[in-house]
């Protein structure tokens, strides 16, 4: 069911009109999933969708209902009857190659839930800096890799990220100074269709190029992204993050980083 959702989410995303080119566009991705879902599990999930369409009525009285407009319960009730004209047109045929063999239990292909994945991101970031009553800025690129656990739809996840780039100095704006950031992430991730959501947590440092003695401290972040359809082992996505990052004093002053930018990543899930 859960794939399902996320499948025909995503081509209603991509605009739309014509229902047999659609369908014919997501019956490879849904075969997929339903062939390694058991006989039982497809009836169970095809009663439900049966259930959820008489509960969210016909879309086209719905619409009509509506004076011609299309309302929230329009959507939901052409989301339900897609889902179901999806599933039966799989169920349907005998599409299955005779090597996929279905397995109770299965937990969907289009998620990573109850499953260990490595996940590799990447991101430009523009951060601010704020030290002893001055203020600078300054981007740079940044790269991390995770290994996690997702329990249901709540991924937990740690691993490295090194981050860098040059940063205005603050007795000079003409000239910049590079800044090193070696981090321990501690992520959450949290999944809802094709939406993700993540706070995070970790231990940062920071070195200098002038001055190469590391300063540490602590983080706090958030981000928000949009997950697309798996690609054999790989599930990618897209995001934003933001991360506000305390350093202790010690050889320097106690510091305030602000740090956000785009977010890119893959999550390998064999």
């Given at each position: 069911?859960a ?9 209603e ?7 047999r080119?659609?369908?014919?566009a997501?019956h490879p ?11 039982e599990a497809?009836?169970?999930?095809h009663a ?11 879309p086209r ?8 407009t ?5 959507e ?6 897609r889902?179901?004209i999806?599933?039966?047109?799989a169920m349907?045929?005998?599409?299955c ?11 969907g292909?289009q998620?990573?839930?109850n ?7 990447t991101?430009?970031?523009?951060y601010?800096?704020y030290?002893?009553e001055?203020?600078t800025v300054?981007?740079g ?6 290994a ?5 739809h709540?991924?937990?996840l740690a691993?490295?990220?090194?981050s860098?780039?040059?940063m205005?100095?603050?007795d000079?704006?003409?000239r910049f100074v590079?800044?090193?950031f ?6 959450v991730r ?6 993700i959501y ?6 940062v440092?920071?070195?200098?190029g ?5 300063s ?8 928000i992204?949009l997950?697309?359809?798996?690609t054999r082992f ?6 934003i993050a933001t991360?506000?990052?305390h350093?202790f004093?010690g050889?320097?002053p ?11 990543g893959?999550i390998y899930d064999?």
């Open positions: 069911m794939d399902l959702d996320r499948i025909v989410a995503t081509e995303a991509n605009g739309w009109f014509l229902d080119t659609h369908f014919d997501m991705v849904i075969v997929q999933t339903v062939c390694r879902a058991t006989l497809r009836r169970t999930a439900m969708l049966v259930a959820d369409g008489v509960r969210f009525g016909n009285e719905r619409f009509d209902a509506a004076g011609g299309m309302t929230s319960d329009v939901r009730a052409l989301h339900t009857q889902m179901r999806a599933l039966e047109r349907q045929g005998d599409d190659p005779f090597w996929v063999k279905p397995q109770r239990g299965y937990d292909r998620s990573d839930r499953r260990i994945t490595l996940n590799l991101e991101g430009g970031l523009v601010m800096r030290a002893a001055r203020f300054g981007v690129p940044s790269i991390r890799l995770l996690g656990y997702t329990f249901g709540v991924a937990v691993g490295a990220e090194f860098g780039g040059p205005l100095k603050e000079d704006g003409s590079l800044n090193y070696p981090v321990v992430p501690v992520v949290f999944r809802d269709g094709n939406w993540t706070i995070e947590s970790g231990v440092s920071l070195l200098q002038d001055n190469t003695s590391l540490f401290g602590v983080r706090a972040g958030f981000g992204g997950v697309a359809l798996r790989f599930i990618p996505w897209a995001g991360f506000a990052e350093y004093h050889t320097r106690a510091t305030e980083f602000l740090r956000g930018g785009l977010r890119i893959i064999p």
